[in-house]
């Protein structure tokens, strides 16, 4: 039974395009992230929130929106997409006292 | 600079081999450490976490802390091919608002037979 899972896994798409991503947890973490990993490999944060509030927004361009309907469940919507979006997008959920952070298969988003 | 540096490596040991992974950062507040080990295509799994310094060991898995160094470390006893991927170094500092979590750019490693 998969802990954090994603979807979808792949997603090739033009520019200019608007596409969602969405991910879900089943440990009981209140704390879901939305992190982005480039071509380097480097993870960087881009959104975390916690029993669906938004606690953290990381300087990320208002193109992307996340939604929290329920603490189970962050998705990701990206609006107007530009070549610089293509990347590995991983969803995590944690335990919010210590930062250990549980992370989904990832979403491997390229854009044209 | 950097918060959080790692050497991206690759490193290439015999099967077999102790392997050395480490990390610097340079911001004092963190307090919880973290190594995650990345196959290829698949998501980040936590494999060790440590709160503040000293050593932790989990099977042939050992997390070092040293926190007037400002160093962490992963040491691998008898490496195995299925070692094989990406070790990024992870660390926190408590706050009043969700937990960030800094990566380091992650050590590629390959166990050869």
């Known amino acids: 039974d998969t802990a954090v899972s994603q979807t979808p896994k792949y997603l090739v798409t033009q520019m200019g395009n608007d596409k969602s991503i969405k991910c879900e947890q089943n440990?009981?973490?209140?704390?879901m992230y939305w992190y982005k990993q480039d071509s380097k490999k480097f993870l960087k944060i881009m959104f975390s929130?916690?029993?669906?509030?938004?606690?953290i927004n990381e300087t990320v361009p208002n193109r992307f929106s996340p939604k929290s309907p329920d603490k189970a469940h962050l998705n990701l919507h990206i609006n107007s997409l530009e070549l610089g979006d293509s990347a590995v997008y991983f969803c995590a959920s944690g335990r919010e006292a210590t930062g250990e952070l549980f992370f989904g298969e990832g979403s491997r988003l390229t854009v044209l | 600079q950097k918060e959080v540096e790692q050497d991206p490596g690759p490193l290439s040991v015999p099967e077999g081999a102790i392997v050395s992974l480490n990390c610097t950062y340079s911001?004092?507040?963190?307090?919880?450490f973290m190594w995650y080990r990345q196959y290829s295509r698949k998501g980040p799994e936590l494999l060790m976490y440590t709160y503040s310094s000293g050593n932790k060991e989990d099977g042939r898995f050992t997390a070092q802390v040293d926190k007037s160094s400002k160093y962490i470390s992963l040491f691998i006893r008898d490496s195995q091919p299925s070692d094989s991927a990406t070790y990024l170094c992870a660390m926190s500092a408590p706050t009043g608002g969700g937990n960030k979590l800094t990566f380091g750019t992650g050590t590629q490693l390959k166990v050869e037979l």
């Open positions: 911001n004092s507040a963190f307090q919880y």
């Open positions: 929130y916690n029993n669906k509030e938004l606690i």
């Open positions: 440990l009981g973490h209140d704390t």
